[in-house]
């Protein structure tokens, strides 16, 4: 699984996994229903370069999860989702735990999350990721300080984007590598004789 932030020229990718969601999975991340059409104006209106834009790629390089994390002036605003058939592999931990390590790095002191008292996955996500969680009138409001990085932790936190970068690119490489050698092996060998020029 690769984590890294996700660009403007992903946008229709956040699109596609954001309609893919089911009923109950909208209501859950919009905290609301929403319609096909709000959630291709809500996209269209992400702003990769000022918010954090987190994604999570299988082998493939499917976008399988996102986690947005929106810029305030006193604290920053998070929310996540992950494909219905990819839930139960942590994803949505590990895209949690990446996004506080970003928000941190980047100076960030305070996180927050609203979510429906019923999204029991989010409320287990919160409590593990050690933020604190209250209930009022059916809304759920987790939040969590966050301290300032030391400068070691800068280090190995650019040294560790470098990295995963690297290995997105490599697997790029392969997943085409392995698409060519696919199309090679569908294609039936001319017998050498056909190839021969005419007399």
């Not at 009923?23 to 096909?36: A, E, M, Q």
């Not at 300032?148 to 490599?170: F, I, N, Q, T, V």
């Not at 697997?171 to 050498?192: E, I, M, W």
Request: glycine letters at 6%.
């Amino acid at each position: 699984m690769i984590f890294r932030p996700l660009t403007t020229i992903e946008r229709e990718a956040v699109r596609n996994l954001y309609l893919s969601l089911s009923p109950d999975d909208r209501r859950k991340r919009f905290c609301c229903t929403i319609s096909d059409e709000a959630i291709s104006k809500y996209t269209d209106r992400l702003d990769f370069t000022r918010d954090t834009i987190l994604g999570a790629f299988d082998e493939h390089l499917l976008l399988v999860g996102i986690a947005e994390l929106v810029h305030g002036p006193a604290e920053s605003e998070m929310a996540f989702s992950v494909r219905q058939d990819r839930r139960g592999q942590k994803i949505g931990t590990k895209l949690i735990q990446k996004l506080l390590q970003h928000a941190r790095m980047h100076g960030v002191g305070q996180v927050f999350v609203q979510f429906l008292s019923d999204n029991t996955p989010m409320r287990k996500m919160a409590r593990r990721a050690g933020m604190t969680v209250d209930t009022v009138d059916g809304e759920s409001h987790a939040a969590r300080k966050l301290s300032a990085p030391s400068a070691e932790e800068l280090a190995r936190w650019s040294m560790e984007g470098k990295l995963s970068y690297s290995d997105y690119l490599g697997t790029v490489g392969s997943v085409r590598l392995g698409s060519f050698a696919d199309r090679s092996k569908s294609k039936t060998p001319q017998p050498l004789k056909d190839l021969a020029p005419a007399d």
